[in-house]
């Protein structure tokens, strides 16, 4: 079992910054694919980012990509989403996951552990 703990949202202006952090206990995250999701009220669950268990591949939702970075520390068994140029659309809940497999379908349902998730909120 993963255990996953998310941390860092908080309520920023748009054009701000979060650094998000997931930490991963019982077992080694070297392992897994890990993913960031996210999911706005009355919405689905939506797929963010996702990072290799090494860090050499990873990739990103258009509506993401070139403001948002995923990165990992193995070492630390930690995994983190930079959120830069935050919009009003960027307001959710986050979610860490992690799964064996990098490759395949982002869908939410394919991951197998799952965080608490974290609150995002980006004002106007």
């Known amino acids: 079992q993963v255990q996953l703990v998310e941390s860092g949202g908080g309520l920023v202006q748009a054009g701000g910054s979060l650094r998000l952090s997931c930490a991963a206990s019982?077992?080694?995250?070297?392992?897994?694919?890990m993913g960031w999701f996210r999911q706005a009220p009355g919405k689905e669950r939506e797929f963010v980012s996702v990072?290799?268990?090494?860090?050499?591949?990873?990739t990103y939702a258009d509506s993401v990509k070139g403001r948002f970075t995923i990165s990992r520390d193995n070492a630390k068994n930690t995994v983190y989403l930079q959120m830069n140029s935050l919009k009003p659309e960027d307001t959710a809940v986050y979610y860490c996951?992690?799964?064996?497999?990098?490759?395949?379908?982002?869908?939410?349902?394919?991951?197998?552990?799952w965080g608490q998730g974290t609150q995002v909120t980006v004002s106007s």
């Open positions: 996951a992690a799964r064996r497999d990098y490759s395949g379908s982002y869908y939410y349902t394919h991951f197998d552990y």
């Open positions: 019982g077992r080694a995250i070297s392992n897994y694919a």
């Open positions: 990072i290799s268990w090494s860090g050499d591949s990873t």
